[in-house]
């Protein structure tokens, strides 16, 4: 958790993601439209991907990728987000 802690401190927006992943590809061009500038970690290319996929998975995130925090807090893999952009829309 601590490792999660301090990749996303100072960070309005951070996803964890991997290069391979659609739904990744996906979460990062979504919140990109939002006009946010997303600090994006690609688990499959940085030296402590595989430590920082178990500590997501740790907090909850099932699966691990994609992951998106704003302001520091988790708000979830794929499904959060799209129902977030989904009540957006409707209301």
């Given at each position: 958790m601590d490792v999660v802690t301090r990749?996303?401190?100072d960070r309005p927006v951070v996803i964890f993601?991997?290069?391979t992943c659609c739904m990744s590809h996906t979460i990062k061009t979504l919140?990109?439209?939002?006009?946010a500038n997303p600090t994006v970690y690609?688990?499959?290319e940085i030296p402590n991907g595989q430590q920082v996929e178990r500590a997501l998975q740790q907090i909850g995130c099932?699966?691990?990728?994609p992951a998106v925090f704003?302001?520091?807090q988790l708000?979830?893999?794929p499904n959060q987000v799209m129902s977030l952009q989904l009540r957006?829309?409707?209301s």
């Amino acid at each position: 958790m601590d490792v999660v802690t301090r990749m996303v401190a100072d960070r309005p927006v951070v996803i964890f993601s991997r290069t391979t992943c659609c739904m990744s590809h996906t979460i990062k061009t979504l919140i990109s439209e939002f006009g946010a500038n997303p600090t994006v970690y690609e688990l499959d290319e940085i030296p402590n991907g595989q430590q920082v996929e178990r500590a997501l998975q740790q907090i909850g995130c099932n699966p691990s990728v994609p992951a998106v925090f704003i302001r520091q807090q988790l708000v979830g893999g794929p499904n959060q987000v799209m129902s977030l952009q989904l009540r957006n829309h409707c209301s």
